[in-house]
């Protein structure tokens, strides 16, 4: 009788081990996130092109991951896109008038947020915004903006 | 000569005949198994799966960890390191998980599957099941094959997340990979149907490593030596199969 218990027992253990593995392959959306919503405040940016920023990429400044991006968002009124993330707690002495940026790692990689400090005497808190924005470059624009100075060069020589 | 291959490839073909007729005999008497004997089933998804569980997750957590350290060396020099996420995932769930957990499987479940029932037929056992009207192939064979069937796909999926652990572990924590990035990528260039792919190879996976072990067990010769011969065929088989089929899948789902 304990023999077969323990049998029943085991196999339970297993199949549920399994399953759960199973769910965490399909959903994949079990991200360690290194900051938890009560150590970090929420900051939101607008940007006319995000790119493709997603969320949970990171936030940083100096090249140091700071925070996260918690959603991106389309404002229907402003047309433009709400970043919303957060930047843990121990980084309280940020200017309010710091400069966010939606840059790409490496040529290929994926997109983040860089932030630039300004020299303002007030901090980013709770629910500020940040005003300075540069949008994610588009490769195409850069091209085309390319070629068109190119055409104005050669019609002025 | 010629004659003696056509003599072997006969042969091959009625082997092979007969697997698949044994194979519908077996699916022909799962129903009633399932359904009346369930707990036979249980015990033997405890030997097949339960017991495995330790190799699986110990080979799973390693193999991750090389995926981590070779992904690492060769994605680092495009500079894309984050894709190490990605990149382990890849592997992981369409191919090593599945096929690594097979090969497993036959050396730790299919041999004992194998060998276990090559034995009840030495010793006779199968013959006195059938003198007091039991069929040995409800009773013994079909309760083994379902659970090495249902055994299987949780065994890789088991393989594969510990395989990501691993993954992790190297690739984040000891070679400072964003975290962030490492399941940001993976989750934005995964789609459900990779995950699929790697479910139904597994599913298949264990279909063929379960029939070739009982197969090996129930035909096997009724001699020590005859045992220990069929054991080695079912890894021997096995591996053959299941690098075969899987090539056959990938191609198909691509």
């Not at chain 1, 993330?85 to 121990?90: L, Q």
């Not at chain 1, 949008?135 to 195409?140: C, L, P, Q, T």
């Not at chain 2, 036979?40 to 981590?68: D, E, K, P």
């Not at chain 2, 990605?86 to 998980?97: C, D, H, Y």
């Amino acid at each position: 009788m304990q023999q077969t218990r323990s049998v029943e027992l085991g196999t339970g253990l297993f199949v549920l081990l399994g399953l759960a593995a199973l769910f965490f392959l399909t959903t994949q959306t079990t991200g360690s996130s290194d900051f938890s919503a009560s150590e970090a405040f929420v900051v939101t940016a607008r940007f006319e092109n995000v790119g493709s920023l997603k969320d949970r990429a990171p936030v940083s400044m100096s090249g140091v991951t700071i925070g996260r991006v918690i959603s991106v968002e389309f404002d229907p009124h402003g047309l433009n896109a709400v970043v919303t993330f957060m930047i843990d707690r121990r980084f309280d002495e940020i200017p309010d008038d710091t400069d966010a940026s939606i840059l790409t790692s490496g040529l290929l990689g994926s997109q983040y947020i860089g932030l630039q400090p300004g020299g303002s005497e007030f901090y980013l808190k709770e629910g500020s915004e940040i005003l300075f924005t540069q949008s994610a470059i588009v490769i195409e624009n850069l091209i085309s903006k390319y070629l068109f100075n190119q055409d104005s060069d050669s019609e002025s020589k | 000569m010629l004659r003696e291959i056509w003599y072997s490839f006969i042969d091959f073909l009625r082997t092979f005949g007969a697997l698949q007729l044994f194979f519908l005999r077996l699916l022909a008497a799962t129903p009633s198994i399932f359904v009346h004997r369930f707990g036979l089933v249980v015990t033997q998804v405890y030997n097949a799966g339960a017991l495995s569980l330790v190799i699986i997750m110990v080979c799973g957590f390693f193999v991750g960890g090389v995926l981590g350290l070779q992904g690492y060396s060769s994605l680092s020099k495009f500079n894309a390191e984050d894709a190490i996420g990605t990149f382990a995932a890849f592997s992981l769930l369409k191919e090593l998980g599945p096929v690594i957990t097979a090969l497993l499987f036959a050396g730790r479940a299919g041999t004992a599957l194998a060998s276990e029932i090559g034995l009840m037929k030495a010793t006779d056992q199968l013959s006195a099941m059938e003198m007091m009207a039991i069929n040995p192939l409800q009773r013994v064979l079909v309760p083994r094959f379902l659970g090495g069937v249902i055994s299987m796909p949780l065994l890789a999926a088991i393989f594969s997340v510990t395989g990501l652990l691993g993954a992790h572990l190297v690739g984040v924590n000891l070679l400072g990979v964003d975290a962030g990035a490492f399941w940001q990528q993976m989750a934005a260039s995964l789609e459900p149907s990779d995950v699929y792919e790697g479910v139904i190879k597994s599913f298949v996976f264990g279909v063929v490593a379960s029939l070739l072990a009982v197969w090996e067990g129930y035909n096997a010769i009724p001699t020590a030596e005859g045992v220990s011969r069929a054991t080695t065929r079912t890894v021997v088989i096995t591996a053959i199969a299941v690098l075969i089929l899987d090539f056959m899948i990938t191609a198909i789902a691509l």
